[in-house]
């Protein structure tokens, strides 16, 4: 296959795929470019209109950036493609059919922002980097829907590419799984910015433990002293004695007539009977 026989010169290309959720695929390109301070980069996106909104966001970034597709006149494209090369502009964002026929010397990376559908498409792409017994990078950026043309895409050049994921940006923990793909026996890879940062990590929370206050032992707790029991509590009980019955009142003297004495009220109340 004539592709086929194109790629065979671009042994000298290193292949990467750093899988992403979609959200922050933006993020992630700025990030590669900003920390790993690359200065001369063809990026690649799907749709003409992607490729002016990623152009954007880039200069928002403080990223020198500029965007070259078929919606531009010839001589836009021109002076877009003449400021990179003169190493005005950092990255380049181009479409497929723009970017045919362009001839850029040294160029030492590409990245695909958008994973092409068409495994021969992604072939071409590389092509622009890795020439003239150069070395070179071809950068992928692995959305989860991107997984089948990948597979395609490792058919095609006969090749696993390495998936390596970046810290903060690698997509929920379901579909890591299915986009680290290839073979399952390798554990995936991080990136470099990772293995430097897991021991700064590591030495921070150290520091932090040793800096917090420890706690002074609680002395054991005391239980509340209890009042002595009252002996008559605990006493058996006895029954009370009884109470002596109190005697029905003495009769009143009878007189001599067998009758008994009437009370002198009369004499109580003052009066004469």
């Given at each position: 296959?004539?592709?086929?026989?194109?790629?065979?010169?671009?042994?000298?290309?290193?292949?990467?795929?750093?899988?992403?959720?979609?959200?922050?695929?933006?993020?992630?390109?700025?990030?590669?470019?900003?920390?790993?301070?690359?200065?001369?980069?063809?990026?690649?996106?799907?749709?003409?209109?992607?490729?002016?909104?990623?152009?954007?966001?880039?200069?928002?970034?403080?990223?020198?950036?500029?965007?070259?597709?078929?919606?531009?006149?010839?001589?836009?494209?021109?002076?877009?493609?003449?400021?990179?090369?003169?190493g005005k502009t950092a990255v380049l964002v181009?479409?497929?059919?723009?970017?045919?026929?362009?001839?850029?010397?040294?160029?030492?990376?590409?990245?695909?922002?958008?994973?092409?559908?068409?495994?021969?498409?992604?072939?071409?792409?590389?092509?622009?980097?890795?020439?003239?017994?150069?070395?070179?990078e071809a950068i992928s950026l692995m959305a989860?829907?991107?997984?089948?043309?990948?597979?395609?895409?490792?058919?095609?050049?006969?090749?696993?590419?390495?998936?390596?994921?970046?810290p903060g940006f690698q997509p929920n923990a379901?579909?890591?799984?299915?986009?680290?793909?290839?073979?399952?026996?390798?554990?995936?890879?991080?990136?470099?910015?990772?293995?430097?940062?897991?021991?700064?990590?590591?030495?921070?929370?150290?520091?932090?433990?040793?800096?917090?206050?420890?706690?002074?032992?609680?002395?054991?707790?005391?239980?509340?002293?209890?009042?002595?029991?009252?002996?008559?509590?605990?006493?058996?009980?006895?029954?009370?004695?009884?109470?002596?019955?109190?005697?029905?009142?003495?009769?009143?003297?009878?007189?001599?007539?067998?009758?008994?004495?009437?009370?002198?009220?009369?004499?109580?109340?003052?009066?004469?009977?």
């Amino acid at each position: 296959m004539q592709v086929a026989t194109r790629n065979a010169a671009a042994d000298l290309v290193t292949h990467v795929v750093h899988p992403v959720a979609r959200e922050k695929k933006r993020e992630l390109l700025s990030y590669l470019i900003q920390t790993r301070e690359l200065k001369q980069v063809l990026v690649f996106s799907g749709t003409r209109i992607g490729a002016n909104r990623l152009a954007h966001q880039l200069r928002k970034d403080h990223i020198h950036a500029d965007a070259i597709h078929g919606d531009k006149s010839q001589a836009e494209r021109e002076l877009a493609l003449q400021d990179f090369k003169a190493g005005k502009t950092a990255v380049l964002v181009a479409t497929d059919v723009a970017s045919r026929g362009l001839d850029i010397e040294g160029l030492p990376q590409v990245i695909n922002f958008d994973i092409p559908r068409s495994p021969e498409d992604y072939v071409h792409r590389i092509g622009r980097t890795g020439r003239a017994g150069l070395t070179g990078e071809a950068i992928s950026l692995m959305a989860p829907e991107d997984h089948e043309s990948l597979a395609a895409i490792e058919r095609l050049i006969k090749k696993h590419i390495e998936r390596v994921l970046v810290p903060g940006f690698q997509p929920n923990a379901g579909t890591v799984a299915t986009l680290m793909g290839g073979d399952s026996s390798r554990p995936p890879r991080r990136s470099r910015e990772m293995d430097k940062e897991q021991p700064r990590r590591g030495r921070d929370r150290g520091r932090e433990r040793e800096q917090q206050p420890r706690e002074q032992p609680r002395p054991p707790r005391r239980e509340p002293s209890r009042p002595a029991a009252d002996p008559i509590f605990s006493k058996p009980y006895e029954p009370s004695s009884p109470q002596p019955v109190q005697t029905a009142a003495e009769p009143q003297p009878e007189n001599s007539h067998g009758k008994r004495r009437r009370p002198q009220v009369a004499a109580l109340l003052g009066g004469k009977r």
